[in-house]
């Protein structure tokens, strides 16, 4: 894992990069913003621990550009005694964390492990639904789109359910920012990153002394959300203590830190996220059914890419587009056969596994066109699979007929594209004669 620390110190650099190393993270150790950011194009950073306070420069500003770009590594911000309001101020602006120096380093280890599971758990990185995507021209992604745009001005708790992979965080970002609370805190957290025995504090703070290392008192992620909206992705992992505490909160709107006794009331809009099912969760008594209640006010369920196919081809394009922009490639173009064994591909890891096989596909390659051989090989051994699977009961004579009429198809499709659907023009192309292509494409069932 890598991990890229900004920090205008030199022996502050060499105390951290030591300290990570023995962990056995690999780090970049960089003085300045434009170093730092040089270092995000061009090393896969898993984790960035950035000083608040930079000689020349603020931190906040390489925070807001990371988030600008929308860079989905966890930010986690250095600071002094001094600035801790500014640190609480950088959470509220998309900040994972922030340590105080002087710091423990159990405590840094604690929070870049935190980190790099959240990272681990995060979502594709396409952002921004109602201008570009999530995309989606399938039937069943329109309704998910029609449900972001009434639920977004509303201030109703959403539940978003869908396998992992799906977008859940895209459609919790794209409900926060077409609300009126776009200009509040979003607070991200997601509850399979977090230990059971930390999920207390990292939803509701702490006071000073709470617990050994409690060196100081800290918000926890409801008091930075307040007056915003705070996202709980993965939160069918939460305990039942923990879903007690969070049923109290949702209903009272109050709570107290730990190791507190003060009362504080908060005003936040809650948006859930989960890959498991919740009634049967609910039926096994693994989550509360009160709880469930409270939390599936305006449910959105996110089909898996198989139940999309028609939404496949758009998305590969504009992840070859993308990801060619980001590594000053050329564009390749993605073959029709290509783009037929994407379609029929079941991709259990969803738009996530799309994205990578994709991204696979243009480092490796560097010609004009994706042809099928490109395709790593669980997707042929698939296809293979398949074939083999529908014919299993045939002779060899109907496997080489049905072979031979996917050929035939596949050339008259091609012929009639490229004349732009001129038969005559075609049947020249394919050395027949136009009445033999046309009984042809009866035959095949084409038009």
């Not at 992992?164 to 991200?188: C, H, M």
């Not at 196919?309 to 070859?320: C, H, K, M, R, S």
Request: aromatic residues 6%; charged residues 30%.
């Amino acid at each position: 894992m890598k991990v890229l620390i900004l920090d205008d110190e030199a022996n502050m650099r060499k105390i951290l990069g030591a300290m990570l190393r023995a962990e056995g993270y690999d780090t970049f150790e960089k003085a300045t913003i434009a170093d730092a950011k040089s270092a995000m194009k061009q090393e896969s950073i898993q984790v960035i621990l950035s000083d608040l306070k930079l000689e020349r420069e603020d931190g906040l500003t390489f925070l807001k550009w990371v988030r600008d770009e929308r860079f989905p590594q966890p930010v986690i911000i250095l600071t002094a005694h001094g600035t801790v309001d500014s640190a609480v101020d950088a959470m509220k602006q998309g900040a994972f964390d922030y340590l105080l120096k002087p710091f423990d380093r159990s405590d840094l280890v604690r929070v870049i492990q935190k980190a790099v599971l959240t990272f681990r758990y995060s979502e594709p990185t396409i952002r921004n639904v109602m201008s570009l995507p999530m995309i989606g021209n399938s039937t069943k992604m329109a309704k998910v789109f029609s449900l972001i745009e009434k639920v977004a001005q509303s201030e109703s708790t959403v539940l978003i359910q869908g396998e992992s992979g799906t977008g859940k965080e895209l459609v919790a970002q794209a409900i926060y920012e077409n609300s009126p609370r776009k200009d509040a805190p979003f607070i991200k957290i997601n509850c399979a990153a977090i230990p059971s025995t930390l999920m207390e504090s990292e939803l509701f703070g702490y006071e000073k002394g709470a617990f050994t290392g409690a060196v100081t008192s800290k918000p926890g992620r409801f008091e930075l959300a307040d007056h915003g909206t705070l996202f709980l992705d993965e939160v069918g992992e939460m305990s039942l203590e923990m879903q007690v505490k969070l049923l109290r909160v949702l209903q009272e709107k109050t709570f107290e830190r730990v190791g507190g006794v003060k009362t504080i009331s908060v005003n936040v809009r809650l948006i859930t996220a989960t890959n498991k099912n919740l009634d049967e969760e609910v039926k096994a008594g693994r989550f509360r059914e009160d709880l469930f209640y409270r939390l599936n006010v305006v449910p959105i369920v996110l089909p898996p890419l198989r139940e999309r196919q028609e939404d496949i081809p758009t998305l590969a394009g504009y992840f070859v587009k993308r990801t060619s922009e980001r590594m000053k490639k050329r564009t390749p173009q993605l073959g029709r056969e290509t783009l037929e064994l994407l379609t029929q591909f079941p991709w259990p890891g969803n738009i996530r596994q799309l994205e990578n096989v994709i991204e696979r596909l243009l480092v490796m390659n560097d010609g004009e066109e994706v042809v099928p051989d490109h395709l790593p090989e669980e997707i042929l051994e698939f296809e293979e699979e398949r074939f083999l699977e529908t014919h299993k009961s045939g002779s060899l004579k109907d496997i080489v007929k049905d072979a031979t009429r996917r050929i035939e198809k596949k050339a008259i499709e091609e012929a009639l594209e490229e004349t732009h659907q001129n038969v005559t023009q075609a049947a020249r192309k394919l050395h027949i004669s136009r009445k033999g292509l046309q009984l042809k494409m009866k035959e095949l069932g084409l038009r």
